[in-house]
């Protein structure tokens, strides 16, 4: 027995077929984004280009061009007359650590790993506001904010991980107490290692097994701590903290997987024992003198500095031990900058800001900060095209495929619209929330002051 369908009936699910379908047409549209009448700073340049116009496919650059551009046939575009204004790549900071900035010291070391996900969830969104598109975490839990962000769940800045950082038994990033001791095969792992904060390791064997971990866990490099630290109690700041022998088990096992290791150093000395390693990234140098400098420029190895500010101090009491090792390091800021241009070392710009979510809200003030020891232009290319060759070093193990920190036919879409020429007022970045009128990420809008 048949039964028919009424006709009205069939004419409404037709519609709705030919509707969804519509929908999917619509949505399988590549998007577009034409930025028209702005001049370029394409990351490399001392100036602005002419007024040029811009054509950004999906999440890409297509078309850059003095000359006026069509989209292509079958793209939804959007349309944003510049009117003169800058348009120039995405910030990066290749210093940051996206799980420790909001919360304190304490509540790294007892609040629920949900609550520091959560802030670092918003701080994440805050730092792309602030228009820094990509940053390198170099030590924490990072791997699930990154899921998170690229799949959408939360909004923020490409994140290059490096998951814990590799410490030694009383080494920077060791914040065991006493009682703790000694530690015994089949203990607990210490509440820095439960969050996957730092991880300790004391023999080639385990720093090999350390770095492979955070290898599967989906790093993109990995960050040891090759000398003593000032967050840390119960480490001073003129040791060597890794063996020969150590750093050169972890440099091994991150070159098999096609990537580099990174340490901390602040010293000559930790910094030589690294670069005689094979490691390719010193962070800090805040304390090495003049034939370290010499050493790093003829190894072609990168100097990942900060522009600390007084202010980072503020999270360590006054009067510990730890506010006097900051204030060390702080006194070494000048000159190694300046070891750092009469070199011509490959510097790289990051800043390190940890447990102060006031001290992040200058991020970009932290930048400016650099007109002490480079022009305007010199800092922008930094803090853009240099950062975004450093990234590049992880090889295959770069977790987003294009080129980044530039504004060039090929490269990802990582783009801020400034109200204003930054090279001739490099200020204009210091407040993001009124002269960066648009901030787009990976071919999306995430801010337009413009509509």
Not at 22 to 43: H, S
Not at 131 to 138: A, I, N, Q, S
Not at 158 to 167: E, H, K, L, Q, T
């Amino acid at each position: 027995m048949h039964h028919s369908v009424p006709s009205a009936l069939t004419g409404t699910l037709l519609a709705l077929a030919c509707s969804v379908s519509v929908a999917f047409a619509q949505a399988a549209e590549p998007t577009a984004v034409l930025f028209q009448n702005v001049r370029v700073f394409d990351g490399n340049s001392d100036r602005l280009s002419s007024v040029s116009n811009v054509l950004v496919v999906d999440n890409a650059i297509k078309t850059v061009s003095a000359s006026s551009i069509a989209a292509p046939e079958g793209t939804r575009l959007t349309t944003i007359d510049g009117r003169g204004r800058t348009l120039m790549p995405g910030l990066i900071d290749v210093h940051w650590h996206t799980l420790l900035v909001r919360p304190t010291v304490m509540e790294l070391l007892t609040a629920e790993v949900g609550y520091l996900n959560l802030a670092a969830g918003a701080e994440a969104t805050a730092t792309l506001m602030r228009g820094f598109t990509t940053v390198r975490d170099v030590g924490g839990p990072a791997f699930a904010l990154k899921r998170a962000i690229d799949e959408g769940t939360v909004d923020g800045p490409r994140i290059y991980p490096s998951g814990a950082m590799i410490s030694v038994t009383s080494g920077h990033g060791d914040f065991r107490q006493p009682f703790e001791l000694p530690r015994v095969i089949g203990a607990p792992r210490s509440r820095g290692e439960e969050v996957g904060a730092a991880m300790i390791a004391d023999s080639p064997d385990e720093v090999r097994i350390r770095v492979r971990e955070q290898l599967l866990l989906g790093a993109s490099q990995i960050k040891l701590t090759a000398g003593g630290g000032v967050a840390s109690p119960h480490s001073p700041l003129d040791v060597s903290t890794f063996t020969a022998e150590e750093l050169r088990a972890a440099v091994e096992a991150a070159e098999n997987w096609g990537t580099y290791i990174t340490v901390h150093a602040y010293t000559s000395e930790a910094v030589q024992r690294a670069i005689a390693a094979g490691v390719k990234c010193i962070e800090h140098g805040h304390l090495m003198d003049e034939t370290t400098a010499s050493l790093i420029a003829k190894s072609g190895v990168w100097l990942s500095m900060q522009p600390l500010p007084p202010e980072l101090g503020e999270a360590f009491p006054p009067g510990s031990e730890e506010r006097r090792k900051f204030e060390q390091v702080l006194s070494g800021t000048d000159a190694t900058y300046k070891l750092a241009k009469k070199y011509k070392l490959k510097t790289a710009f990051g800043t390190d800001v940890l447990f102060s979510r006031a001290l992040a809200q200058r991020q970009a003030s932290l930048l400016t900060s650099l007109v002490r020891w480079y022009t305007p232009a010199e800092i922008l290319k930094m803090a853009t095209g240099v950062n975004a060759e450093l990234l590049a070093l992880s090889g295959l193990r770069n977790p987003y495929a294009g080129k980044l920190g530039v504004v060039e036919e090929g490269a990802l879409a990582d783009l801020l619209l400034v109200d204003g020429d930054p090279i001739e007022n490099i200020k204009l970045i210091e407040d993001p929330d009124k002269n960066f009128l648009i901030i787009m990420k990976d071919g999306k809008i995430y801010k337009n002051a413009l509509r």
